[in-house]
């Protein structure tokens, strides 16, 4: 019994030592959220990776119209948001084997939807999205690109008719759809899947913790990516 109690005193010690590391996100749910307890999935997977850690993660929600420009200028740890263009100073750190599928939606219509239909369509996307080359060869092939803070406000203006598409993922369109009182099972996503984004964070490794963050996620068996 006394072990025990030592041995919850001792993590309790432990927890309230630790220290916190700043993380940067944005509003993209289900997966990353400021509008519940949990923050959403993707912060549940990072919070797991430091469980027992000497860190602690602190969520900071920022513009996804600004996240280049905070990515850009100021000093980060750890972010959701993937830098525009990564380089040698960035890695990647996968948290599950799950990527999310991006694919183009519609207003469901009888046919198939293939996806490679974009000559004068009007395409909803977030910021974010702006350095993909799949949103580029969407400008490429005759498509015009509006920008939206959510998917939220994407699929608005898909159900106003004032945009023909929507590039985002089925569980991110459905959490929307359900906000909306829109019924999902009304909206059609493409055959075609442009990306598999990965659950992952970044971390810049000049971030004075950097190293010490890196070597416990290896520790733990996370993939780290390199560029």
Known sequence: MY????GLLCCCIFV?????????????????????????EVVV??????????????????SSRDA??????????????????????????????????????RLAEPQVFIGNELK???????????DDRKVRSFAKAGAKLTLVDTIEQGVSLLLNQEVDYVYG???????ASNNLNFPAMLL???AMVFYQFPMAVWLNSQCASADKIRTHLEQQHYSIHRF
């Open 3 to 6: 072990r025990i109690i030592i």
């Open 16 to 40: 309230s030592h630790a220290q916190e590391i700043d993380v940067i996100a944005f509003e993209y749910p289900p997966y990353l959220t400021q509008h519940t307890s949990e923050q959403g």
């Open 45 to 62: 997977l990072l919070k797991r990776a430091f469980a027992y850690s000497a860190f602690s993660p602190k969520i900071t929600f920022i």
């Open 68 to 105: 280049q420009k905070y990515i850009t200028q100021k000093k980060w740890c750890l972010s959701f948001i993937p830098p525009q263009t990564p380089a040698k100073q960035h890695l990647q750190v996968i948290l599950a084997d799950k990527t999310i599928p991006l694919t183009l939606f």
């Open 120 to 130: 004068n369509k009007v395409i909803a996307h977030l910021p974010l999205s702006l």
């Open 169 to 175: 993922d089925q569980q991110a369109i459905d959490y």
């Open 188 to 190: 059609q996503d493409s």
